[in-house]
């Protein structure tokens, strides 16, 4: 299977197939210009480190779990074809069943912009294509097509995690004219004008699209900028001391150092799809 996918999508020193502790497979990418990781579990990207930076872009817990059917925590979870729990079915797993599955590798190859991997699943309505360009900047999209005969509702969302040095010190900026949903309390909020400061558990449901979201992390001295695209909500979570000691798959502490910037489509900005078409959402994520 690794010696398969070498043959096939391998990229000199460049994309490496192999297999992680776990047994997964992973592909491995050292460019001029970045280095980055991904699994087939799920199509997760596990990291991501322009050659201009000291630290990872991409937060990854120590605690992850990985194994085929369970997320893994940290990265780029892909949340699809529904976000958070299944409202019409509570046994079902949360945030849908892409994240837990294996891919298919689809394509890679260099382009200008960087590395360019592609992979893909099918659904029994849905057939899904991720692309990522690693490069000095890391581009996602995600192709959405309805694979069948009726017009399908989806929810979507990539579920970034951000490495942080101090999650008391960043400030995230480009929400502050959006109301949200308080998925705490179920209440909507009306813009506040401010950015986003974390001092408490969070976890909110900004509507409307933005052009461009900033995390200014003072103790990394960078700033990350997300670019959403096709994107009418995000999704903004830190799960802070309590919620922390509640997950399995996460450190006590680890929420000191991490926050999800979530580019998406869900709850009221979920997707209808006619038969046969297909939406793309996506976003780029490069550190300034
Ligand atoms: C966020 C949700 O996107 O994901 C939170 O808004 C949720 O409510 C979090 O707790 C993590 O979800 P999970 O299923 O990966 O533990």
Redesign the pocket.
Same mark, same amino acid.
């Given at each position: 299977m690794i010696d398969q996918l070498n043959a096939t999508f391998g990229i000199g020193e460049q994309l490496l197939f192999q297999q992680h502790a776990s047994g997964l497979t992973q592909g491995i990418i050292r460019t001029e210009r970045c280095t980055g990781s991904f699994f087939l579990l799920g199509a997760h990207l596990a990291s991501f480190q322009p050659r201009s930076q000291a630290q990872p872009v991409l937060f990854m817990s120590g605690e992850a779990v990985y194994e085929v059917g369970k997320?893994i925590r940290g990265g780029v979870?892909i949340c699809f074809p529904w976000f958070?729990p299944n409202k019409a079915d509570p046994a079902a797993p +949360?945030?849908g069943t892409v994240r837990t599955q294996l891919w298919q590798m689809r394509e890679s190859r260099m382009t200008a912009d960087g590395l360019m991997i592609a992979l893909g699943i099918d659904q029994p309505s849905f057939s899904l294509l991720f692309r990522v360009v690693f490069g000095d900047s890391l581009d996602m999209s995600l192709q959405i097509k309805n694979a069948t005969q009726a017009e399908q509702c989806c929810e979507v +969302?990539l579920?970034t995690y951000f490495q942080l040095s101090d999650v008391h010190a960043v400030q995230v900026s480009g929400l502050e004219k959006q109301a949200y949903r308080d998925?705490l309390t179920g209440q909507t909020v009306a813009p506040t004008g401010a950015p986003i400061r974390f001092t408490e558990e969070t976890?909110r449901v900004y509507h409307g699209a933005v052009a461009e979201i900033r995390l200014n992390d003072p103790g990394f001295q960078r700033t990350i900028v997300v670019r959403p695209r096709a994107s009418q909500s995000t999704?903004v979570?830190n799960?802070w001391i309590a919620k922390s000691q509640r997950?399995a798959d996460f450190g006590d502490q680890e929420y000191l150092t991490m926050c999800?910037i979530?580019t998406a489509n869900v709850a009221t900005s979920g997707w209808l799809i006619p038969a046969g078409k297909e939406q793309t959402i996506g976003v780029d994520i490069s550190c300034v």
């Open positions: 997320p979870p958070g +949360a945030h +969302a579920h998925q976890d999704v979570w799960p997950l999800c979530e």
